[in-house]
């Protein structure tokens, strides 16, 4: 079995913006009225895309919000990362380095629970929008992480992408969540996890765990297989 393709997750992996996502979700909810903490936001609500939180809030605080006061409180709260993301680099250390040394041997992809505009705003301003095959956000499956369809749809893209049938299993996913990986997993990819949200300790099925994104090299993704 060899690795062909890679599939980045976004938020936690490329980009630091977990902090940010918090913020902005903080602050929608105080306007609301509900108080909301960086502690609840990582043991939580971290693995769900932006309509999947405020679903989640509103039912655990029980609040008795519509679909269309949760969209609007999603509409809120896009607005405020991205004045949030005025005021500093989001990207991690190495992402850059990473994602150009690993194009230049795997079509790439990412599947992602952020929304689309969200993943374009940074890559494009990085200039690293050309390294990926295909995107997939929020708005592009019916179910998100821990559910497999981010995931199946990437590699489906990837394979139109590339003119050739990919499997699962020829694919690798780097994360940095459980519920990322579960996601992976279960639909049948390889997974690398980077330990910039959690410690090594929460996410010990990974096939390989590294520090961070300079460790990635096309030996490192190649040795997932061997695991």
């Not at 599939?7 to 940010?20: H, K, T, Y």
């Not at 592009?140 to 995931?151: L, N, Q, V």
């Amino acid at each position: 079995m060899t690795i062909r393709a890679v599939i980045f997750d976004f938020d936690g992996v490329i980009a630091n913006s977990e902090p940010l996502h918090f913020a902005a979700f903080r602050d929608v909810l105080q306007n609301a009225g509900l108080t909301f903490t960086e502690r609840e936001y990582y043991s939580s609500y971290l693995g769900y895309d932006d309509v999947g939180v405020f679903r989640a809030v509103g039912r655990d605080r029980r609040a008795p919000w519509t679909e269309e006061e949760i969209a609007a409180l999603t509409g809120r709260k896009a607005v405020r990362l991205e004045e949030l993301e005025r005021e500093r680099s989001v990207l991690f250390p190495g992402a850059e380095a990473a994602i150009a040394r690993l194009g230049a041997v795997y079509p790439l992809a990412i599947a992602s629970g952020a929304l689309k505009a969200e993943i374009l705003r940074v890559l494009n301003h990085a200039h690293l929008t050309g390294y990926f095959q295909a995107i997939v956000a929020a708005e592009d499956t019916p179910r998100s992480k821990p559910a497999p369809d981010p995931y199946l749809r990437a590699v489906d893209l990837l394979s139109a992408a590339i003119g050739e049938p990919l499997a699962g299993h020829e694919c690798v996913a780097i994360e940095d969540s459980q519920w990322g990986l579960d996601s992976a997993r279960a639909a049948g990819l390889r997974t690398i996890a980077v330990t910039h949200t959690y410690e090594a300790s929460f996410l010990g099925d990974a096939d390989l765990i590294v520090p961070g994104l300079d460790g990635l090299t096309a030996e490192s993704i190649a040795s997932t297989v061997t695991r």
